[in-house]
């Protein structure tokens, strides 16, 4: 028996030390690298980088870097799919500037590192997903978007939609601002939003320890669940429905016609000017 769990242990940190990426330093020379790449629509980026996306006619990136890590970086495109990734961990440089340009964007998948864009983009229908230390400031116009986030991921977005669905865990953290006509919000542990802006229907499911302010957010009519001890700050105009459980507060702000359909144990619901 110690054989086994002593050649798995072994087995284990061989593969931890496999996926660990060689180090390198920048040597300061800083050049600029120019490429064009097949179209695409969607974007994995892999690794810890920066990257700057930028509107444009063109599909290809640019890299603005010390001159020995022009070809640390990895870009390729598969099924309209770019993936971004590096060979190995930069741990200094002079200079390190990575901009993607495309004209056509549907879906960003961030394991890790941070994407953002001055530009905006639009689609017909546009997916976010977010995992690890990841972090994303976009603006979007799509006629659905769908945001999915988790690990320890971060975003401040804008969004103009006609449909928003937002589904939140672990300790990710986001910042929207958005004007739709359907809001969708689903947080579970220890995620948190804030939101501003309007929407005509907002739908909103809290479980554990998750916290909304969406204060700012004028909603015509809410439908909010509340589960466990998560706390939510909402506006409603028209009409607020609630079912509420565990020690969960609730701060609303606005004048709504108020249906309360479950209201148990420790549950707080505040009325705030």
Do not use: W
Not at 18 to 35: C, H, L
Not at 46 to 70: F, M, V
């Amino acid at each position: 028996m110690k054989r086994v769990f002593v050649f798995m242990a072994l087995v284990i940190g061989f593969y931890g030390f496999a996926q660990r990426k060689p180090k390198i330093k920048g040597n300061r020379n800083v050049v600029e690298s120019r490429e064009a790449l097949p179209a695409f629509n969607a974007i994995e980026l892999k690794d810890d980088l920066d990257i700057t996306l930028r509107n444009s006619s063109e599909h290809g990136y640019q890299i603005t870097a010390d001159e020995n890590l022009i070809n640390v970086f990895k870009f390729k495109v598969a099924d309209s799919i770019l993936s971004i990734s590096s060979f190995y961990k930069v741990t200094s440089m002079k200079k390190l500037n990575i901009v993607i340009d495309c004209d056509e964007l549907s879906s960003v998948y961030l394991r890790e590192g941070k994407i953002e864009s001055e530009d905006n983009f639009s689609s017909d229908a546009f997916t976010i997903r977010q995992t690890g230390t990841s972090r994303l400031m976009m603006n979007i116009n799509a006629g659905i978007i769908d945001l999915n986030m988790e690990g320890i991921s971060s975003g401040e977005l804008n969004l103009q939609t006609d449909s928003l669905l937002v589904n939140l865990k672990d300790r990710s953290d986001v910042r929207i601002y958005t004007l739709n006509s359907s809001t969708s919000i689903d947080m579970v542990q220890n995620a948190s939003a804030t939101i501003e802006g309007a929407t005509e229907q907002f739908r909103v499911n809290l479980f554990d320890d998750a916290k909304l302010k969406a204060e700012k957010f004028e909603a015509g009519s809410v439908t909010i669940n509340l589960q466990e001890s998560p706390r939510a700050e909402i506006f409603a105009r028209d009409n607020l429905d609630l079912s509420s459980q565990g020690s969960s507060q609730t701060f609303l702000f606005g004048n709504p016609k108020i249906t309360i359909s479950e209201f148990l144990n420790k549950s707080e619901l505040h009325k705030e000017e």
